[in-house]
């Protein structure tokens, strides 16, 4: 029985629009087209029977393989290596402003020797749950359209002939010699307005390679970042990249929907849309390392949100890439699942829980964009108000905390600290700019939350801040609070907290959140791995603290659990695999963020300086 590809043996390629998962053997086993929440057309990496995929393979059994990203880029490189010969198989989606010119293009060089290369392009469209039709066109190429009532349609074009199957899939299979390049092209552009026809195929695919080396690359330079691990910070920087919208500046939690926390388990989420907690941090690491276009085209996108709220109250937590609320959670019970871990989901349910956090990590992104990116408007600053407002009012509600447990809502830590992020950093901004606000109450309340944190969330018993008010339990979002400036690494308070958090949650240098025993849960069985992006805040922590030798010592271990391409799900598993959606930005943003710290602070004690605890 075919056995599921491991996760850390795919590349993620994109064109800012969507992106593909392929494996290091030569399948494309995931493409949402055209759009990042977009139904997939193949998904073998949620199914390996009714999923679909795309394979480009040598023929044999005896074949190794590695992949490699051509450097500072997002083309994805794939060797292959037999008794009889060396090919290299280049994966790339050029990057265009529209999303309706979605292609991706697969180029096949033979290096040495002979092979044999078999090719299978096997779509599924609507997720695997509508049939299609083949057409062959005169140009050559291959027109497959979806019997649904959307009538998607795409085309395959390449330089040697297709065989076509009952089942509606295009195979072919090719004896090739050193020297010889074969290239393949899905586009979702209209068959009655196409850009190339087949026999452009060459100048086009050579066009599209050199453009989009040269985005990517112009990207890179475009960064500020020269510190230590540039290539580790810049890889995980090109990642939150194809993440990130083109159109609408928003940035999705995850390539993936569906990928299990637990093998097996049901923890089964689509992250394919824009969390304001995740998509606020991400911001945070474009402007470390010098991305400033970026935080604008995310503030305009959030500044669009804001302006279509009647009532402050109804910010959500996340929205379609494209700024759309409806996000009815589905199951698709045709799917087995990755490693038959069902059910298979999409949307997601969370969407309608009230999560106060993301009003302070929302804040915090205008504060730093304000202050580094460039200057909000008042216009702007009157919706910002009306939220700050809100905030004020309503901090001591109880909500779902930052990892959405949906078993009830409780007086989450979370909550209340990036509560006092919002009063604090609203009332920096209204400084600054000499903007109008009602500054004597936000100060009052934020120096209840305060108290409130510093004197109720402290548990004698664990000598430590807990998960939510009046539990025992010990909960790694607490490694915010000096992230977020609330207290200093110095606070005993918060040391004897550090020290807890190793005791309880720590497993050498990976974190896990918190244990499903005795705290608030998502209501599901089964136990999570460890998750890197707490792993990740560990680690600034110890150096925002002094503990420089000790957090780069466990830095460096952690970046031994990447994939071979430095991508990282959202956890890691029990003997050491990625799992959960694949790549998740907020373990890519978290490592930049703890890079850019302990770098700061190792080059601080280098030169007899002292270290800083906040972006300047």
């Known amino acids: 029985m075919k056995q599921a590809t491991p996760l850390e043996d795919y590349g993620l390629i994109g064109n800012l629009h969507t992106v593909a998962l392929v494996s290091k053997a030569g399948s494309l086993d995931y ?3 055209t759009g990042f929440d977009s139904p997939t057309i193949f998904a073998a990496l949620l199914d390996l029977e009714k999923g679909g995929s795309w394979s480009l393979q040598p023929v044999g059994d005896e074949v190794r393989s590695k992949q490699l990203y051509l450097p500072d880029t997002g083309v994805l490189l794939t060797r292959f290596f037999t008794d009889n010969g060396i090919a290299e198989l280049t994966d790339f989606m050029p990057v265009k402003r529209n999303e309706q010119n979605c292609a991706v293009v697969r180029s096949l060089h033979i290096v040495k020797g002979t092979m044999e290369f078999k090719m299978r392009c096997a779509p599924r469209f609507d997720y695997a749950r509508t049939q299609h039709t083949i057409q062959p066109q005169e140009d050559g190429s291959l027109l497959f359209r979806s019997d649904g009532p959307d009538g998607f349609q795409f085309r395959l074009l390449g330089n040697r002939p297709f065989d076509t199957t009952n089942a ?6 090719w004896q090739l010699e050193a020297g010889d390049t074969v290239s393949f092209v899905i586009e979702a552009t209209p068959v009655d307005d196409p850009s190339f026809t ?11 390679f050199q453009d989009t080396l040269s985005f990517w690359r112009e ?3 475009s960064s500020t970042y020269t510190g230590r691990w540039r290539e580790t910070v810049l890889r995980s920087a090109i990642t939150l990249k194809l993440l990130t919208s083109l159109e609408h500046g928003s940035t999705v939690a995850a390539a993936t929907f569906s990928l299990p926390e637990c093998i097996g388990g049901n923890r089964n989420w689509d992250y394919r849309y824009t969390w304001v907690r995740d998509a606020a941090f991400t911001m945070y690491a474009f402007l470390r390392l010098g991305f400033t276009r970026e935080s ?3 503030l305009r996108w959030i500044m669009e949100r804001c302006e279509q709220l009647t009532d402050a109250g109804d910010l959500q937590l996340m929205y379609a890439v494209d700024g759309s609320s409806d996000l009815p959670e589905l199951e698709l019970g045709h799917l087995s699942g990755y490693r038959d871990s069902r059910p298979v989901r999409i949307g997601n349910g969370a969407a309608q829980q009230f999560q106060l956090d993301i009003y302070g990590e929302l804040l915090d992104t205008i504060f730093l964009y304000n202050k580094y990116g460039g200057r909000i408007t008042y216009a702007f600053w009157q919706h ?3 939220l700050v407002n809100f905030v004020a009012e309503n901090w001591q509600r109880p909500d779902h905390s930052i990892w959405e447990v949906r078993d009830e809502e409780r007086l989450f830590l979370s909550g209340k ?9 609203a009332i920096s901004i209204a400084r600054d700019r000499s903007f109008p606000a009602p500054l004597a109450e936000w100060h009052r309340v934020r120096d209840d939350i305060y108290k ?4 109720n969330y402290w548990s004698e018993e664990k000598q430590a801040f807990v998960q939510y008010k009046g539990s025992q339990v010990i909960d790694a979002s607490v490694l915010l609070l000096p992230l977020i400036r609330m207290f200093s690494p110095v606070e005993p308070r918060w040391q004897s907290t550090m020290r807890a958090v190793e005791k309880e949650l720590l497993l050498d240098s990976l974190m896990f959140r918190y244990h499903s025993n005795g705290g608030a849960t998502d209501g599901l069985t089964g136990e999570e791995g460890t998750f890197t992006m707490c792993s990740f805040w560990y680690i600034e922590n110890l150096s925002r603290g002094g503990e420089l030798d000790k957090a780069r010592l466990l830095f460096e271990k952690l970046l031994g659990f990447a994939s071979p391409l430095g991508l990282y799900s959202e956890q890691i598993g029990p003997q050491g695999e990625q799992i959960g959606n694949y790549p998740q930005a907020f373990t890519h943003l978290a490592l930049i963020s703890a890079a850019f710290q302990l770098n700061r602070d190792l080059d601080a004690r280098q030169t007899g300086q002292r270290g800083g605890h906040q972006f300047v």
Do not use: N, Q
């Open 219 to 221: 990207w890179v330079e």
């Open 168 to 173: 509606g899939d295009a195979t072919g299979s």
């Open 198 to 208: 087949a026999r452009d195929l060459a100048h086009y695919t050579e066009v599209a």
């Open 296 to 298: 604008k085209d995310f």
């Open 417 to 425: 600290v990036m509560c006092w992020v919002a009063l604090d950093r």
């Open 31 to 33: 493409l949402p087209f």
């Open 384 to 386: 910002i108000t009306r």
């Open 452 to 455: 409130e944190v510093y004197d």
